[in-house]
C-alpha cells in the first residue's frame, strides 16, 4: 500500500479517444503532482496543484488537462493525443509544495499507450 | 532549471558484488534525494541527504552528498538480488521549490 493509488494501472487508447487518469492520496498531503516518465530520459514534471491550486504548468501541450477538485484528488483528462504520449504517468503526492526537502510520495503510474 | 547527471545508465552485475553509483552536477542543490523504482511501481524514496559532506547508511546502502553540494553517490555493498531496481536521485534546487530528477541507473543483480 503507498498511500497513493492510481487508475487504471494501463490504458490503451486511439489518437482520437477522451479518457482520464485518477489519482487519490491517503497521506494528508496538500501538494499533488503529475509526472511522465518515458525511457532514457528523465521524470518529466508535468503540473503541480498546491492546496487545490494548479502553482505549475511545465509547458504541456493542452491535450492534457488535469483537475484536483480536492487536496486527495486529481485528475489527467486526455483527449486527441499522439503516439509519442506513450509512457508512464505517476502522480504523486508531497506536503506543500515549495516546503524544501519534502519528500515525493508516488503512486505506481498508468501505463499509457496511444495507438 | 538545474541538471542532474547519472552515472552509469546501466549496470549489471553478480550478487555479492560492490558499486558505485554517481550522481553529478554543476549547479548547488539544497538537498538530494534518491529513490529507488521497482519493475510496476512507481518510485520510492530510501534517504534525503542536506548538509555537505554527509554521509547516511541504510543497511548495505551508503549515500554521501559532496562537500560542495553538487554532487552524491550511492554505494551498494554485496549486492543481492532485491537490490535490482532503477535508482534515481532528485535535487532541490536552492530556489528551495523545483525537485529536478537525474535519468536514473538501471541495476540489475544477478544471482
Known amino acids: 500500500e503507498t498511500g497513493v493509488t492510481q487508475t487504471p494501472r494501463h490504458l490503451v487508447m486511439g489518437m482520437t479517444n477522451k479518457k482520464s487518469l485518477k489519482c487519490e492520496q491517503h497521506?494528508?498531503?496538500?501538494?499533488m503532482y503529475w509526472y511522465k516518465q518515458s525511457a532514457k530520459k528523465p521524470l518529466e514534471l508535468m503540473f503541480v496543484?498546491?492546496?487545490?491550486?494548479?502553482?505549475e504548468n511545465n509547458s504541456v501541450p493542452s491535450r492534457f488537462s488535469p483537475e484536483c477538485p480536492n487536496s486527495s484528488h486529481l485528475f489527467l483528462h486526455l483527449h486527441t493525443l499522439q503516439p509519442e504520449d506513450s509512457a508512464l504517468y505517476l502522480c504523486?503526492?508531497?506536503?506543500?509544495f515549495g516546503q524544501g526537502n519534502s519528500p515525493l510520495h508516488f503512486g505506481n503510474g498508468t501505463r499509457l499507450t496511444v495507438t | 532549471t538545474q541538471l542532474l547527471e547519472q552515472s552509469p545508465q546501466f549496470l549489471s552485475i553478480q550478487e555479492g558484488e560492490n558499486l558505485t553509483v554517481y550522481c553529478n552536477s554543476s549547479?548547488?542543490?539544497?538537498?538530494l534525494q534518491w529513490y529507488r523504482q521497482e519493475p510496476g511501481e512507481g518510485p520510492v524514496l530510501l534517504v534525503t541527504?542536506?548538509?555537505?559532506?554527509e554521509v547516511k547508511k541504510l543497511k548495505r546502502l551508503t549515500f554521501q552528498f559532496g562537500d560542495a553540494r553538487k554532487d552524491s553517490s550511492l554505494h551498494i555493498t554485496a549486492a543481492q538480488p532485491g537490490d535490482t531496481g532503477l535508482y534515481l536521485c532528485?535535487?532541490?534546487?536552492?530556489?528551495?521549490?523545483?525537485?529536478?530528477f537525474g535519468e536514473g541507473t538501471q541495476l540489475t543483480v544477478n544471482p
Open positions: 504523486a503526492s508531497s506536503l506543500p
Open positions: 497521506l494528508g498531503h496538500n501538494a
Open positions: 496543484y498546491n492546496f487545490k491550486e494548479q502553482t
Open positions: 549547479s548547488v542543490f539544497s538537498s
Open positions: 541527504v542536506v548538509t555537505g559532506g
Open positions: 532528485a535535487g532541490v534546487e536552492t530556489s528551495g521549490s523545483r525537485l529536478t
